[in-house]
Structures are given as C-alpha cells and as structure tokens.
T-cell receptor, first 115, second 110 residues
Framework: DTGVSQNPRHKITKRGQNVTFRCDPI?????LYWYRQTLGQGPEFLTY????????KSRLLSDRFSAERPKGSFSTLEIQRTEQGDSAMYLC?????????????FGSGTRLTVV | ELKVEQNPLFLSMQEGKNYTIYCNYS?????LYWYRQDPGKSLESLFV?????AVKQEGRLMASLDTKARLSTLHITAAVHDLSATYFC??????????FGGGTRLMVKP
C-alpha cells in the first residue's frame, strides 16, 4: 500500500461548474476525513466517514458540497456550482480507528482553482 | 469549541541556532500531533504525542506534551536550512477529527 492517494492533483474550473475529487485511503484504514486548506492557514475539517457511514459534517460544508464513501473504500467529494471562495487545497486523510496511535495519514491533496 | 493556537506564526532564524514553537489548545485532550508542510505539498507526520509528559525526538526536532497546561512545544536544535517549512500542531477533538493550529512558518537562513 502506497498511502493515501488523491486525484486529480490540480483542477481549474470556471465558476458555476461542478467538480468531483477522489480519495483512496490506506486499505486497512476504516476512517476517512476531508479537510480544506486555504493559503497561509491550517487545514479545516469538512467531514469524516467511518467505513461507509458519514458521521459528522462541519458547518463549512454547505449544501453545495456532498461527500460519499460507497462500500467503505474510496471517497468522493463533489462541489456543485463552484464559487471563487471554494479555491483551496482539499486534503484527504485516513486512520485506523478513532484514536490512531500512529496518527493520520494525509494524501497529497487536490488544489482547486475557480476562475 | 476546541481552539488551537500556535506561536510564533513566522520564525526566521539563523542556521545553528535553537528555538521553540509553542502550541496551546483550549480543551482537554491527551493526544497531539505535529506535522510538517513544504510549500505546495501535503502534510508529513512528525510526532504523535499520546500522553502527558510525552517527549519524542527525531534528529534536530524534539516535541513534548503537557496536558495539564494544554501546551505542546516543538524544539529545534542547531537549525539547518532543510528544516525550512511550515509546522502545524493538531489536537484530536474527542476522537472524531483533528483541529489544527494556524501553523508556524519557519525560515532558516545560512
């Protein structure tokens, strides 16, 4: 297993378009998290899954955002009707269990630019 | 609501010098994580601190955790240019997600 994989690495879209990102976690990790990071800031939590169940969503996750994790494997994050304020790095992380002794493993991120 | 604060936000230091980055958090937690981020890259795990009094060292970096004071420190010894990066601390919020500090951007000058 080579770690957490995210695709695409970069996405440029016009305002109003829909975009979808994919995250493939470490295979034995049951928890998957999405974060958003804007320039010069720390990552901010968006949502997380335990297996296929989405257990918590941040207030940052407006109704234009939806995330899925079918079958508890990979996850997708879709943003509808993108706005310039959605431009950010979207990071996916995975962990084994609720209190991972070895921490959370982050993917390389998807950088979204809305023009 | 859990708040995590780091200071300083920006640190410029000479090679060979020592310095400490501080991470304060607002609610009880006994798990704290330190990450490094290079420009345009993702987060690299540095340390996982799991209990009060935990101390971990890797090369020129040493991290410690005082859960009673709700404080973690990342100490840099004899800094070298390769340590230039942004360092984040993050606290596990009731086991459900990480809450990150704002980051400390470290620049080590020759």
């Amino acid at each position: 297993d080579t770690g957490v994989s995210q695709n695409p690495r970069h996405k440029i879209t016009k305002r109003g378009q829909n975009v979808t990102f994919r995250c493939d976690p470490i295979s034995e990790h049951n928890r998957l998290y999405w974060y958003r990071q804007t320039l010069g800031q720390g990552p901010e939590f968006l949502t997380y899954f335990q297996n296929e169940a989405q257990l918590e969503k941040s207030r940052l996750l407006s109704d234009r955002f939806s995330a899925e994790r079918p079958k508890g494997s990979f996850s997708t994050l879709e943003i509808q009707r993108t706005e310039q304020g959605d431009s950010a790095m979207y990071l996916c992380a995975s962990s084994l269990g609720r209190f991972p002794n070895y921490g959370y493993t982050f993917g390389s991120g998807t950088r979204l630019t809305v023009v | 609501e859990l708040k995590v604060e780091q200071n300083p936000l920006f640190l410029s230091m000479q090679e060979g010098k020592n310095y400490t980055i501080y991470c304060n958090y607002s609610t009880t937690s006994d798990r704290l994580y330190w990450y490094r981020q290079d420009p345009g890259k993702s987060l690299e795990s540095l340390f996982v601190l799991l209990s009060n009094g935990a101390v971990k060292q890797e090369g020129r970096l040493m991290a410690s955790l005082d859960t009673k004071a709700r404080l973690s420190t990342l100490h840099i010894t004899a800094a070298v240019h390769d340590l230039s990066a942004t360092y984040f601390c993050a606290v596990n919020n009731a086991g459900n997600m990480l809450t990150f500090g704002g980051g400390t951007r470290l620049m080590v000058k020759p």
